[in-house]
């Protein structure tokens, strides 16, 4: 029998999405890698890998307390920033399921 993935159990909510939404915008507008963050990240004293950023910014990976501090060092910002609304106007950071958007480039979970 298979196992439930651990976001059937615990799917991402408005906080995680935002969180999503707000590294892939400012990773983006500091025209930096994902394989740049995570050695920034590194830097910061908590490495993530560039397949977890990758996971986080897609919502496929959850994001905890120790990573929300390093990312938001890695990026520059403090960590409310990462938690605020999304800094998207268009989709909030959470476009309808199996789209894109075409502001931000946030894609829904599954998309």
């Given at each position: 029998m298979t196992q439930p993935t651990p976001d059937a159990r615990n799917p991402l909510g408005e906080t995680g999405h935002r969180v999503r939404c707000n590294v892939k915008l400012i990773r983006?507008?500091?025209?930096?890698?994902?394989?740049?963050l995570s050695e920034l990240t590194a830097q910061s004293g908590r490495r993530i890998p560039p397949l977890g950023i990758s996971r986080l910014e897609s919502g496929k990976r959850r994001i905890d307390v120790d990573d929300l501090v390093a990312l938001a060092s890695a990026l520059g910002v403090k960590p409310a920033d990462l938690l605020a609304e999304p800094l998207c106007r268009d989709c909030s950071g959470m476009p309808p399921a199996g789209f894109t958007c075409n502001?931000?480039?946030?894609?829904?979970?599954?998309a």
């Open positions: 983006s507008a500091r025209q930096l890698s994902i394989q740049k502001t931000c480039g946030i894609g829904t979970p599954g």
